[in-house]
């Protein structure tokens, strides 16, 4: 197993934490991970685009004229195809976009996006904390403390906390979520992660194989 400082909000190290080798050490499969973002992105789409046939637009099926006779080229009803104002063929339709992602896959792919962020020490471990009030300026300078302000951050944490997801909402390039909602794309679009030393335990017990 890896060891990794644990640091304080102030950015001192306070001692130091094993990143389970299950998790973070393994062989990082691109294929699993490119497979699982691929289908959270799809199941994303609401697949609710429509539009109306000639069946269906809001025009008389009477021909337009008479065949012959008149000189012009010969149409059938106002709601044909090949006219402004008429129904659309092969148009989209409702439908759903879901893809189901095998369970060993999606443990695959979190577990090789977690292994790619500690092949590229892009990791921080940060002691267990919590706020009595809401305070996004000390959570801007915890960023600031552990070298992250300018880089896309995922703060992980073992529960959800209202002041702590108050004091991060509005501060650039950091997100938080408790570690029970978060997916590989999460994990993948960050720079780097912050992890609680709760949240680094709960992620061993979801994803650690013993």
Known sequence: MASIGVQSLDGNEVG?????????????????IYYV?????????????STKTRAEVDLTKKK?????GTGRARKGTAGS?????????????????????PKKVKGLAIRSAFSQKAKDEAVRVLENFDLDVPKTKRMAQV?????VQDQK?????AESSENVIKSCRNIPRLSILPV????????????????????????QS?????
């Open 153 to 157: 951050t995922l703060l992980l944490t």
């Open 16 to 32: 130091s934490v094993d990143l389970p080798e299950s998790v973070f050490g393994i062989e990082p499969s691109p294929e699993a």
């Open 81 to 101: 195809p090949i006219l402004v104002g008429g129904g659309i063929a092969h148009g989209p339709r409702p439908h759903s976009f879901q893809e189901r992602v």
């Open 180 to 203: 029970t909602q978060v997916s590989t794309y999460d994990v993948v679009q960050a720079d780097a992660l912050i992890l609680t030393q709760g949240a680094l335990e709960r992620i």
């Open 143 to 147: 960023k600031q403390n552990l070298n």
């Open 37 to 49: 973002v691929k289908a959270y992105l799809t199941n994303q789409r609401q697949g609710n685009a």
């Open 206 to 210: 979801l994803w650690g194989v013993s």
């Open 64 to 68: 337009m004229y008479r065949q012959k």
